[in-house]
C-alpha cells in the first residue's frame, strides 16, 4: 500500500476536522438557532402561564456589609437570601433608603429589594421556564451593562464557550469551502448555491438600507 501524498493527508485531516468541529457545534447552533425562532416571531411555548402560580416571595434580615463596591456588595445581600445567577442591574435608591438588586440565569430571574434602615431584604423569584432559557442564553451576556456584565461565573463560562461556538462556525464555512473546491463533481452546483446565498444577502441588505 503506498504512501498518502501531502495534500491527501492534508484533505483527510481537513476532512476530519470538518466532521467533528461540527458535531461539537451543533448544540450550540441548535440552541441559537431556535431562541432566534423564538425572538423574532415574539412567541414562547407555554407563555400564557399565570406567573403568580410560580412566583415565590419572602422577606430575610440581612448583613448589609460596608467598604465593598457595588457588585461585590451584591453578591454578598445574594449569598444571604440563597440567590445566585447574574446581576441584570444594582439600583440604588437614595431617597428610600433602598438598594434593588436584579438577578437572571436560564429559566430563572429574581430581585431582591434591600430596606438599608431596617436591614431586610424582599425576594421575590420566579421560573420563566425552558424556551425563555433558551432566549436568555441567546442574548447572554449581551451588550447592555458592559461594566458589570459577566459577575456570575456561569456566565464567563457561557461566553467562552459562545465564542468558541462562533469561531467554529468560521472554521466550519473556510473548510466546507476549501472541501467544496478540492471536490471537482461538486463544484457546479457550489456555486450555484454560493450565488444563490450571496444575492439572496444583498437583496435583503438593499431592502433593509431602502
Do not use: C
Not at 412566583?55 to 445581600?77: C, H, M, Y
Not at 424582599?122 to 449581551?142: C, D, M, N, R
Amino acid at each position: 500500500m503506498g504512501k498518502r501524498s501531502g495534500s491527501t493527508t492534508f484533505y483527510v485531516w481537513m476532512l476530519d476536522l470538518h466532521l467533528y468541529v461540527g458535531l461539537f457545534v451543533s448544540p450550540f447552533v441548535l440552541i441559537f438557532a431556535i431562541s432566534t425562532l423564538l425572538l423574532n416571531h415574539n412567541w414562547s411555548p407555554g407563555a400564557v402561564k399565570n406567573q403568580a402560580e410560580v412566583l415565590q416571595s419572602r422577606t430575610i434580615s440581612v448583613d448589609v456589609p460596608e467598604g465593598l463596591n457595588t457588585i461585590e456588595q451584591a453578591k454578598q445581600l445574594m449569598l444571604q437570601a440563597g440567590v445566585s445567577g447574574e446581576i441584570g442591574f444594582v439600583r440604588r435608591l437614595a431617597k428610600e433608603n433602598r438598594l434593588s438588586i436584579s438577578v437572571m440565569k436560564p429559566g430563572h430571574e429574581a430581585k431582591i429589594e434591600v430596606d438599608l434602615q431596617r436591614n431586610t431584604a424582599t425576594v421575590e423569584e420566579h421560573q420563566t421556564g425552558f424556551w425563555e432559557a433558551l432566549i436568555y442564553l441567546h442574548k447572554s451576556p449581551g451588550s447592555h451593562n458592559a461594566n458589570i456584565r459577566g459577575n456570575w461565573s456561569y456566565t464567563r463560562i457561557w461566553r467562552g464557550l459562545a465564542d468558541s461556538a462562533v469561531y467554529s462556525i468560521l472554521f466550519l464555512s473556510a473548510s466546507g469551502i476549501f472541501l467544496w473546491a478540492v471536490i471537482k463533481a461538486e463544484r457546479r452546483i457550489g456555486l450555484i448555491l454560493m450565488a444563490a446565498g450571496t444575492l439572496s444577502f444583498f437583496v435583503v441588505l438593499m431592502a433593509l438600507s431602502a
